[in-house]
Structure formats: C-alpha cells, structure tokens
C-alpha cells in the first residue's frame, strides 16, 4: 500500500486482485470494476438503553414489575411491603391467572419467580423478594 496526503493505493487481495486508487471521495478500480470495500463517511452512534426503556415494542423485566406494583391496580396480588424495599405476592392464583398474562407472554408463576431471581432480586421469605 502506497500513501500520500492527496491519494491512497492499495491492492484488495483475493480472487480477483483488485487494485483501487482513492482520491477524497473519488473511489477508482484499474479493472473498472468498483472495489468491494465502502468506507463510511459519519459512522453511526446508537445510544445505550436505559433498564427502564422500551426495547423491540416491550418494556423490560424491571419496568413492568415496578409499574405493577406502583399501578395499584393488582395490589390485592402483588404490593410493596410496608418498609418499601420489598415486595411480595399475595396471591399466586391470581398472578397467573390476572397480573401475568396481561404483562408478560406467559401465565406461569415459576417463569416468573425465574425471571425474579435472573434479574438479580432475592428472597426474603416466602413469595417476598427485594434488591
């Protein structure tokens, strides 16, 4: 490969040995024949996720067991504990049959207590986790 501040050569191996000569943004094949290779002008940045966010059309783990317990809407099911640093489920019944079907792609308590452990919570006592 041979360079210079104006242009750059160089020999893209291969089965067809192309050489190429780039002057700016000019690209130039010997074979007339573009080369294979395309340099990117503004490389694109994604952004991290928040925990919180909504990734692929659904909110994750921790943001949908937090508004569940904040919606009050099933807190004859599930709620905080007193301290505010725990929860608890009250009835498992109903979880399985109300709260998980509605939030979540599947009506199992034990997929659920999974999903508990795998992000991070322990238990506190029977049906009561905290983080």
Known sequence: ???NPSSRTESIGGKHNIAATCND???KSR???AP???VAQNPITIPQE??????NGSST????LHSILTSGQWSDVIQFEADGRKWKVLDKKRMEEEVLPVNFR?????SFTRSVVGWGFKRAGKATYYH
């Open 1 to 3: 490969m041979t360079m």
């Open 25 to 27: 943004n000019n690209i």
């Open 31 to 33: 074979s007339g024949v």
């Open 36 to 38: 294979p290779i395309m």
């Open 50 to 55: 928040p925990a919180t966010s909504v990734v």
């Open 61 to 64: 783990f921790p943001s949908k």
């Open 106 to 110: 599947h009506n199992k308590y034990l």
